[in-house]
């Protein structure tokens, strides 16, 4: 059965600190996507990365890097020099081929203090 | 372009009570999710719609629960009887066919069951 594990469910940082939200996941399929996405204070939940499987290689976007290693079933999330504006919660969600929905973590809230 | 909208925002009503949710999706996408947030449960999917083919209605609670969607746009979510269980925000996704490409949801529907 598929799993998503993200363990920390609260961090809170500095301002201007790095941070890494880490994301395990299980799956049977050796075809599959993980995504990540994004819940602010106002509820919707925003798209942020979609990797399949067969990409191991790690993307950066601004402030935002991703990390995917399939030897840890790993797919970590690092946000460098953080801003009040990061404060959410964070989903990590993984969809296997065959499945029609996403499976969610239960999410990691994020508090950056200025 | 427009994004996925969602009404009503939110929707008290009384044990017993029928309750509709509506979602309109991207223009062009033909895959349309319905999720469920609580506080206890987490994300939790509820069915799914891919242009004409039959719904997958795997994580749908209970018989009470029910939804169409019209002409491969907009979708309804029925919940019959409603119950106090069933307070969480329903939350409406949509996207292009492929498995594989991400998700884009609304903002929510968030039911209080008095």
């Known amino acids: 059965a598929q799993k998503v594990t993200q363990a920390q469910t609260e961090i809170s940082v500095v301002e201007k600190e790095d941070v890494t939200l880490d994301c395990v996941y299980e799956?049977?399929?050796?075809?599959?996507?993980l995504f990540w996405y994004k819940q602010p204070p106002s509820g919707e939940l925003v798209f942020l990365i979609r990797?399949?499987?067969?990409?191991?290689q790690n993307e950066i976007s601004g402030r935002y890097s991703w990390n995917f290693q399939k030897s840890t079933s790993s797919f970590n999330f690092t946000i460098t020099a953080s801003q009040v504006v990061d404060s959410a919660v964070y989903f990590c969600?993984?969809?296997?081929?065959?499945?029609?929905?996403?499976?969610f973590g239960t999410g990691t809230r994020l508090t950056v203090i200025p | 372009g427009a994004g996925v909208s969602q009404s009503p925002s939110n929707k008290v009503t009384e044990k017993g009570k029928d309750v509709e949710l509506r979602c309109d999706p991207i223009?062009?996408?033909?895959?349309l999710y319905w999720y469920r947030q609580s506080l206890g449960q987490g994300l939790e999917f509820l069915i799914y719609?891919?242009?004409?083919?039959?719904?997958?209605k795997s994580g749908l609670p209970s018989d009470r629960f029910s939804a169409e969607r019209t002409g491969g746009s907009v979708s309804t979510l029925t919940i019959q009887r409603t119950q106090q269980e069933d307070s969480a925000v329903y939350l409406c996704?949509?996207?292009?066919?492929?498995?594989?490409?991400?998700?884009?949801f609304g903002p929510g529907t968030r039911l209080t069951v008095l």
């Open positions: 990797r399949n499987s067969f990409d191991e």
């Open positions: 969600a993984l969809r296997e081929t065959g499945a029609n929905n996403l499976f």
């Open positions: 996704a949509s996207s292009l066919a492929d498995r594989g490409r991400e998700q884009f």
């Open positions: 719609f891919q242009g004409n083919s039959a719904p997958d």
């Open positions: 223009s062009g996408h033909t895959a």
């Open positions: 799956t049977r399929d050796t075809t599959y996507y």
